[in-house]
């Protein structure tokens, strides 16, 4: 089994999730590997150029060994998106996913930037070509091109069609992403193992649940 884990916006391979879980699936004898999804960059930021970078991580695994996403927020997104059949998903490197672990999932990021900047401030990104927001890795504020939303609007995570177990964890309490997503994407997909706890966004305070979760999902 291939572990991969797919950081959020504003985050990277060093996030709080990837290092908390790490360690624990090293203990199992598993690597779990974290590609860096600002890609191009965080300024540049694209969906394609995230699904391409994550598209060769698979490509460059050793064997044939099924490949579990674990997508953490907007990771959820590319997850759900690579391994959709209208895109990555009906090739043979999609085809070796068998399991998706989604967290607290942006199953529709462009609509998230519309609730959070409202009709005026989209305008104003559109019109000036850049927003601010807040990398957690680099501690600041850094611009973000207006082209990355334009790349979200070209995916449908939540029309996606995928045939494979997933387990979504999702804080009842997250102002980020609502829940609600998580809900309507899980009621049409009897496939999908739906779990909501009480925890925010970040779900740092549930990591042993999620731990529990994990290896009762993937039979560790």
Known sequence: MQVIYLHGFGSSP???????FTPRFAERGITLR???????????LNM??????LHAEIAALPGDDP???IGSSLGGAVAVNYADKHHYGALPEGERISRLILLAPALDPAANWRRRLGEAGMAAWQSSGTTSAYHHAHERD???HYGYYQSLTEYSPMDAEIDKPMLIIHGSRDEVVPV???VRFAQVR??????IVESDH????????MWTAFTQFLSL
């Open 48 to 53: 394609t150029a995230m699904l391409q970078r």
């Open 14 to 20: 060093r996030s709080g999730k990837a290092v908390t």
């Open 202 to 209: 970040g779900l740092m305070d549930q990591t042993d649940v």
């Open 67 to 69: 490949v579990v996403l």
């Open 180 to 182: 609600d997503g998580s």
């Open 190 to 195: 009897p496939h999908v193992d739906l779990r």
């Open 142 to 144: 850094m611009d973000v």
């Open 34 to 44: 974290a590609p860096d999804l600002n890609a191009p960059s965080f300024e540049h």
